[in-house]
């Protein structure tokens, strides 16, 4: 059964199931907001978001998704898009390369 972009824990089991030895997944996400303030601006315009953006969820909490699949983080980058000095709530990205479970 094809796994949708909703469906995090699925698509996780899958990119196991299929992951040759020795390959490593890599990942690039909009992600939601370690600050309070701008956590609740992404839960509050997230379904515009998703609807106008293909699917992407700014609220989104890639890496713990990730851990809780069973891989291990490798690299991760976390960074801010900026537009004339300030970050919008879909800017959040990131970017980073997991190992799986041995």
């Not at 199931?17 to 690039?28: A, H, Q």
């Not at 898009?81 to 190992?99: D, K, Q």
Request: some cysteine; glycine content about 10%; charged content about 25%.
């Amino acid at each position: 059964m094809p796994r949708t972009s909703t469906d995090m824990p699925g698509v996780l089991a899958e990119a196991r199931r299929v992951l040759k030895p020795g390959g490593e997944p890599r990942f690039d996400e909009h992600v939601r907001s370690d600050n309070p303030r701008f956590l609740r601006a992404q839960r509050i315009i997230n379904p515009l978001w998703r609807t106008f953006g293909g699917g992407c969820n700014v609220t989104r909490d890639t890496e713990r998704a990730i851990q809780e699949a069973g891989f291990t983080a490798k690299e991760i980058r976390r960074f801010a898009f900026r537009i004339n000095g300030r970050a919008n709530p879909g800017s959040l990205p990131i970017i980073g390369t997991a190992r799986p479970p041995t």
